[in-house]
């Protein structure tokens, strides 16, 4: 079982060294995930592809940012997140960043905003297998360095819960979350940080707004200024990882 394998043997079935464990994990929610893996390989140097022989894993990544090793992964949904986050959490890595999109519940958050989740519940599958608690907290966050490099951009925070059943998204499930105290609805958050949580890694994530279908926006129904919106937002957000990324190499 995959679950038995130990540090050596995925080094071995990776055919990597112990020099290329990576001290960080980036992860992309997304269904698009080759073209998100290509964007994401223009800000490394020295990059290489991770493949398993049985295809398990694909586009994944290990290359150079700011000296620092660092491998990223398109994922879609809280399983194939945390097959990705379990794997480097037993080759060693130390910090996993989750990044995507993602459904707000406040009202004040609109469509192109930033997200921090500062914590995730358990709406998918995979979860249960890692943690036995309803909550994972996040165990990182931004300094003011890093939130920086966003300037004045909206940021909103609060409790991300991850469901695995998105075309099943009603508006009267969102206000159930929301009376709740759910802040924002995601596919991938909820694992990661269990996974995470479990392999002792630091964590967080930094989401767009895609949505918010508490103010009755729906994604499919955007203008186009929000589309342009959410474009500058995702680069922002992608920064912004890779700006928390730099303090946790200086700590």
């Known amino acids: 079982m995959l679950g038995d394998l130990r540090k050596d043997e995925w080094l071995s079935v990776l ?25 994401h390989r223009r800000y490394f140097s020295n990059v290489s592809e991770v493949c398993s022989p049985d295809g398990l894993l694909e586009d994944v990544l290990l290359g150079e940012v700011g000296g620092m090793t660092v491998a990223y992964a398109s994922v879609y949904g809280a399983s194939m997140a945390s097959e990705v986050v379990h794997l480097f959490g037993v080759l060693g890595t130390s910090l996993v960043i989750q990044t ?32 036995s608690t309803e909550i994972v907290r996040a165990s990182v966050e931004p300094s ?15 409790r991300v819960f991850t469901t695995s059943a998105r075309m099943a998204g009603t508006s009267a499930a969102a206000d159930k979350w929301h009376d709740e105290g759910i802040a924002a609805v995601d596919q991938e958050t909820s694992a990661t940080f269990a996974v995470a949580e479990h392999f002792g890694m630091d964590r967080a994530a930094i989401l767009v707004v895609n949505s ?9 129904m955007e203008a186009p200024e929000k589309d342009e919106r959410i474009t500058l937002a995702n680069w922002l957000m992608i920064d912004l990882a890779f700006a928390m990324m730099k303090d946790a190499a200086g700590r």
């Not at 999109?101 to 249960?128: H, I, M, Q, Y």
């Not at 003011?144 to 609060?158: K, N």
């Not at 918010?212 to 499919?220: A, D, G, I, M, S």
């Open 144 to 158: 003011p360095a890093a939130l920086g490099v966003v300037g004045g951009w909206p940021i909103h925070s609060g």
């Open 100 to 131: 995507g999109a993602c459904r707000a519940l406040d009202e004040k958050a609109a469509p192109g905003d930033l997200f921090l989740a500062t914590e995730a519940c358990c709406g998918d599958g995979a979860f249960r297998q890692y943690v």
């Open 212 to 220: 918010n279908p508490r103010r009755r926006e729906q994604k499919l």
């Open 15 to 39: 055919g990597l060294s112990e020099s290329r464990v990576p001290r960080a994990l980036l992860l992309r929610g997304t269904r698009n995930l080759r073209s998100q893996f290509e964007l």
